[in-house]
T-cell receptor, first 110, second 113 residues
Framework: DAKTTQPPSMDCAEGRAANLPCNHSTISGNEYVYWYRQIHSQGPQYIIH???NNETNEMASLIITEDRKSSTLILPHATLRDTAVYYC???????????FGTGTRLTIIP | NAGVTQTPKFRILKIGQSMTLQCTQD?????MYWYRQDPGMGLKLIYYSVGAGITDKGEVPNGYNVSRSTTEDFPLRLELAAPSQTSVYFC????????????FGEGSRLTVL
C-alpha cells in the first residue's frame, strides 16, 4: 500500500505559485520524502527530496512540517510545461520497496 | 552514459504468449525496479532487486518473473500473457548511497489481444 496521500487534482494559474500537499503520517524517522513528476506517458522525473529541513533547488521548494507527517511541494512560478502528475513517495536505504501513490494531476491554466 | 534503457518500446502479444522486457542500466546502480502503469492510473511496483542475485516481490507480482544475474540487467518475463497485463512498463534504478534519485527508462508499451 502507498504510504502517502495526495489530492487527485489541482489547478493553478500560470505565473502563480503551485502548492502541492502530501500526507505521510506513518513516515519513519529515517525515511526521506521524494517528489517526482510525470509528463504525459514519459518516465517519472525527479524533482526534489528532503528528510527534515526545507529544501530548495532550481525546480522547486519542499516544505516538511516539524512532525514530518506532511509536506508541500512548491513550484514558485508555474508555467504551462509544469502540467503533469506529481507523485510524493517516502523511502530510505532500509526500505527498498519504493511504492508510488496515485499522485496529483496539476493543470496550469493560461 | 545512456542511463536506463528498455526494449522493446512497443509490443503486441496474443493471449497466452510469453515475452521478456529487457532493462539495462549503465550507472552501476545497486537497486532496480519494475513498475506498471495502467491508463490514467499511478505506478504499481511489480518486482524489485537490491543487487545481483536478489529479487523480491512488489505490489502486483502475479503473472511476472524476474532475474538479476548482473548488476546491469533486470529483465521482466511475462508468462501466458493476459489482457489484464496490457499496460506501460517502466524500469528504474537507484544508487541509495549516492544522489538517491530514481532514474527511469522511457517505458515499454505492451498490448495483449
Amino acid at each position: 500500500d502507498a504510504k502517502t496521500t495526495q489530492p487527485p487534482s489541482m489547478d493553478c494559474a500560470e505565473g502563480r505559485a503551485a502548492n502541492l500537499p502530501c500526507n505521510h503520517s506513518t513516515i519513519s524517522g529515517n525515511e526521506y520524502v521524494y517528489w517526482y513528476r510525470q509528463i504525459h506517458s514519459q518516465g517519472p522525473q525527479y524533482i526534489i527530496h528532503g528528510l527534515k529541513n526545507n529544501e530548495t533547488n532550481e525546480m522547486a521548494s519542499l516544505i516538511i512540517t516539524e512532525d514530518r507527517k506532511s509536506s508541500t511541494l512548491i513550484l514558485p512560478h508555474a508555467t504551462l510545461r509544469d502540467t503533469a502528475v506529481y507523485y510524493c513517495i517516502v523511502g530510505d536505504f532500509g526500505n527498498e520497496k519504493l511504492t508510488f501513490g496515485t499522485g496529483t494531476r496539476l493543470t496550469i491554466i493560461p | 552514459n545512456a542511463g536506463v534503457t528498455q526494449t522493446p518500446k512497443f509490443r503486441i502479444l496474443k493471449i497466452g504468449q510469453s515475452m521478456t522486457l529487457q532493462c539495462t542500466q549503465d550507472m552501476n546502480h545497486n537497486y532496480m525496479y519494475w513498475y506498471r502503469q495502467d491508463p490514467g492510473m499511478g505506478l504499481k511496483l511489480i518486482y524489485y532487486s537490491v543487487g545481483a542475485g536478489i529479487t523480491d516481490k512488489g505490489e502486483v507480482p502475479n503473472g511476472y518473473n524476474v532475474s538479476r544475474s548482473t548488476t546491469e540487467d533486470f529483465p521482466l518475463r511475462l508468462e501466458l500473457a493476459a489482457p489484464s497485463q496490457t499496460s506501460v512498463y517502466f524500469c528504474a534504478s537507484i544508487q541509495w548511497t549516492g544522489r538517491e534519485e530514481l532514474f527511469f527508462g522511457e517505458g515499454s508499451r505492451l498490448t495483449v489481444l
